[in-house]
């Protein structure tokens, strides 16, 4: 894959995170400085041109999909678009309306990404199940008004950082796979483990407060996709056999520092967040996330091995079990 068929993928990727016209503007500045950050990438140099030219509506789908005639490239660009949209578990009705013109100019053979889309669906779905749905707005601030109480259990304690370990090394394989639509299992993994710290702290949390707790700590769910389809497409892992290369693990080292990194560094956060009876404010969540980042992605160094085994005997069905049932 050469340099102007990766651009003109992530281009579409780009289209595909404003489909919807609701970006805020948090979202916006972590997706730009991604793009600038990909633009350092082998092989990456104009991303953040790519960027502006989406913001600014210079970019078109019809452009983009021009400059792609191999199908497997055509099918990558379609799948990432997806993931894209499908980012926050759900698809709006402006997100539907740009996938489907997209699936008719890029794979008119619907059998072609019906693998992709069946294992898509259930992962959407599993993520679903997950947590409750969001309350209603009366409830939800009723509920965010509850201070548990603050107590010190070393065992608690104990457990809780070998569930925030536990949920980091597979949240760092599933990077390392070659499969368009594994890197979707990480936020179902990073939401699975947020609501686990809550309810060890008395706390039963929503997929609304969840949300709002990955937004306020600066884990942007769209801007998080992009980053790790970016840094696969990038690095060669998601290459001409468009990430269906069963059982192949890459070298995608740098994605899977940053999947292993933000997930235990969010699961720290929680743990503090929610063992102080939810006090800090938007502003020291996300310094104190940040802080835990660089001692996070010296601690996945570490336990490379582990990441790379677990990455390497990982297939859809194991998964989907994964997003579903607790990881110890």
Known sequence: MNTQEQQAILTIALLAAFADGQKADSERE???????????????????????????????VAGAVAGLSDPAHRQLAYEMAVCVCEADGQRSAAEATFLSDLKARLVPAAEAVA?????????????????????????????AAVTPVVSVDPARDAALDKTILNHALLAGALELLPQSWA??????????????????????????????F????????????LEQFGRKLLGGLLGKAAGRTAGRVGGAATGMAMSFATTYALGQVARRYYAGGRTMNTAVLRDTFQNLLGPARDLQTRYLPQIREKAATLDAGQIMNLVRNPVR
Request: no cysteine; charged share 15%; hydrophobic share 50%.
């Open 30 to 60: 972590a997706i730009r400085q991604i793009a600038d950050s990909l633009g350092h990438e082998p092989g990456g140099g104009g991303l953040a041109r790519l960027y502006q030219d989406v913001l600014l509506k210079r970019a078109t």
């Open 214 to 225: 990955l937004a306020a700590a600066g884990v942007g769910m769209t801007s998080q996709y």
């Open 115 to 143: 693998p992709f889309e069946r294992q898509e669906a259930e992962l959407v779905q599993a993520t679903r199940e997950l947590v409750p749905a969001a309350a209603p707005a009366a409830a939800a601030a009723g509920a």
């Open 183 to 212: 890197s979707m299992a990480i936020i179902p993994v990073q939401i699975k483990l947020v609501h686990a710290i809550g309810v060890a702290h008395g706390v039963t949390l929503d997929q609304g407060h969840i949300k709002e």
